[in-house]
């Protein structure tokens, strides 16, 4: 069992990123699925959410109006789109399903 993001990297402010996660060797597809930030100095904070269906989502106030958070199910995939990037978006992000128990290795966001 994995979950593996991609997509992280250095942006000025003002840009966008497209955070991607893979799963592999679940044997569901319908998990809810999350994505954590570990900012410098800060504290872990969910960001993003998103029910197994798709049919409801959440977002932290930092990122509200900003982000976009979708799945493909078919093909095990949950995506972050981040616009506008700000210095305070900076930190690991890492993909989590729903109930905690598994983990990314997380992706570096930088923002300058």
């Known amino acids: 069992v994995q979950l593996v993001e991609s997509g992280g990297g250095s942006v000025q402010a003002g840009g966008s990123l497209n955070l991607s996660c893979t799963a592999s060797g679940f044997t569901r597809d319908d998990y809810d699925m999350g994505w954590y930030r570990q900012a410098p100095g800060k504290g872990l904070e969910c960001v993003s959410s998103i029910l197994g269906d798709g049919s409801k989502t959440y977002y932290a106030a930092s990122v509200k109006g900003r982000s976009t958070i979708s799945r493909d199910n078919a093909n095990k995939l949950v995506h972050l789109q981040m616009n506008s990037l700000k210095s305070d978006d900076t930190g690991l992000y890492f993909c989590?399903?729903?109930?905690?128990?598994?983990w990314g290795q997380g992706t570096q966001v930088t923002v300058s």
């Open positions: 989590v399903t729903g109930n905690g128990a598994y």
